[in-house]
């Protein structure tokens, strides 16, 4: 099975004016196989943002590898790795990032506008991603005639409707209350273990970790854990 | 990639969302738009009243006036000598390219009719004087070239002597007129012609047979100017000096002497004319093109602060996967309409503005479609123009910064 992500010795490196370089990632390696949910926590400045901007192909490593379903992605050109993103990937953020007055499907539409599929096809998927987070009543709606937590939930319709390869998540349930942050987090379980979507998801709150069923922590630009979510913790969350 | 339909779509669902701002935006391109199709048909309203008024002198005119004469060292002016004759005028009339010939002969005299009196310049011309200043009876009829040979004592007034003389709205025609005592008959009126281009009265006059003029009123033989209509207004310069020749040989002008005689075209007078007319024009549009250029700048500034506005939304369609040529467009399209959507509404308020000039100034502004369509065309360039800088600046976006900013 060729893994999703396939990164190794990788690096970057911010060239400051003046002043020492700043190294935010010493050498990553890492491999998330097809229908992973893994969970990447760090503090600060360890390098997990980095990462996941790197992975989530919005920016480039300064050196090593990144194959992403199998090819390599580190020298593609800006054009190449928008085309990628369209396709394969699918973005969800903290602060939502829906476009304001703007409906529900419409939003949830975006990402296919830009991969150039025909609007009739636009629609249907839209509609059916907005099924698929619970929010098919809604799609008239605009941003903000929403709860924070069901604009997070058109933010993943919008990140599934693509069907694509990876999920990338940026502390999806930093903006939300604890109850929205069970719903988001339990509809990610539910993508990641029905769909098999593969999600990779940046956070700094051990409780929301404690959903994915795998645990990189970042610190000081390393990997310092890779290991499986313990099961008892997670049951102990949950319950 | 993203087709241009969609990305117009795009654009207009962006500027639909911001509908007051695209308005307020718009608006410096719509007064610019308005002011020049307002400016331009003022500036060709002038033209059009200054041909207008050339024209009114009569279609294809040429003018022979005597030349000056020296008496004892003194000099008259132009049309000081007595040269010019009734057979010069037949003459000139049998030239090719000549349509009709009136010879004028002027007088200034008292009238007395009705119980009023009234100076006025009495004209003695030909029957054909109607054809060569294309200046129509009003009511009764013109004298007839059996009326001239007889030297019948006829006259055709001129509006402003009708209301002087008949200021209580009687009927003039058949009525009497004394010119220097000599009783004449006023068989018809002429329709009013208004000032002409040098702001003289054309209407305060009486037209009488020119050979009654010359018999009755100033006993000679010389006539005060030929009044020739060409065929057609192409050929004016050469009948113009085939008239010259004409003259020359008939006056025995010996190569190398001064004319006896003067011939003048108005057309030299109607280009200087409408070139001024011209000129004028071209100055209003030209301010009012500054003022576009100002609504250009208005839209480049509103699009910059939309651009720092919409950075995270920005950042967002990049990271969707946005091409930055998807970006560039969207908000060079949006800028494009921007200035076409102002170019488009400044043309109707343009367009009512030239119509409300018209009537209230009763002045002839016209609104030209090659005008409009300039118009149209310039307002798009300025969006282009004036877009791309903005546009380059939102392609040009780090998405994770862009992301992020608050």
Known sequence: ?239 | MIGIAQTLRLALQALIRNRSRSLLTMLGVVIGVAAVIVTVAIGTGAKTSVANQINSLGSNLIVVIPGSVQTSGARTGNGGASTLTVQDGLAIAKLPGVSAVSPSVNVRAQLVANGQNWQTQVTGVAPTFTTVRSWDVGSGRFFTQNETDTSAKVAVLGQTVVKQLFPDGSDPVGRSVVIRNVPFTVIGTMIAKGQSGAGQDQDDTVLIPYTSALERLTGGTTIGQLMVSAVDGDHIDSVQSQITGLLEQRHQIVAGQPDDFQVRNLQDIAQAASATASILGLLLAAVAAVSLVVGGIGIMNIMLVSVTERTREIGLRVALGARGAAILRQFLIEAVVLSTGGGALGVLIGVAGAAAVAFFAHWPASVSISAILLALAFSAAVGVFFGYWPARKAAALDPIRALRFE
Do not use: C, W
Request: net charge negative; charged share 20%.
């Open chain 1, 1 to 239: 099975m060729t893994p999703v992500v396939q990164v190794r010795d990788l690096r970057k490196i911010y060239p400051l004016d003046g002043g020492e370089d700043v190294v935010a990632l010493r050498g990553v390696d890492l491999t998330i196989d097809p229908g992973e949910f893994v969970a990447v926590m760090g503090p600060s400045g360890s390098g997990k943002s980095t990462f996941m901007h790197i992975v989530g192909l919005l920016d480039r490593p300064t050196s090593g590898e990144y194959r992403f379903a199998g090819n390599e992605v580190s020298a593609l050109g800006a054009d190449a790795l928008a085309d990628l993103r369209s396709r394969a990937l699918g973005f969800v953020f903290q602060a939502y990032n829906l476009l304001p007055r703007t409906t529900a499907i419409e939003n949830v539409e975006l990402p296919m506008v830009y991969a150039g599929v025909p609007a009739a096809t636009r629609r249907s998927a839209a509609m059916e991603a907005l099924e698929a987070v619970g929010l098919a009543k809604y799609a008239q709606h605009q941003p903000n005639q929403l709860s924070g937590g069901q604009q997070q939930r058109v933010a993943i319709a919008r990140s599934i409707v693509n069907q694509p390869q990876l999920i990338l998540a940026d502390e999806p349930t930093g903006a939300l209350d604890t109850a929205s942050s069970e719903d988001v987090m339990a509809l990610f379980r539910r993508l990641n273990e029905e769909r098999g979507m593969t999600v990779m998801l940046v956070t700094h709150e051990p409780d929301v970790a404690a959903h994915a069923r795998r645990l990189v922590s970042f610190r000081d630009g390393h990997i310092v854990s890779d290991e499986p979510v313990n099961e008892r913790a997670k049951e102990q969350v949950i319950a």
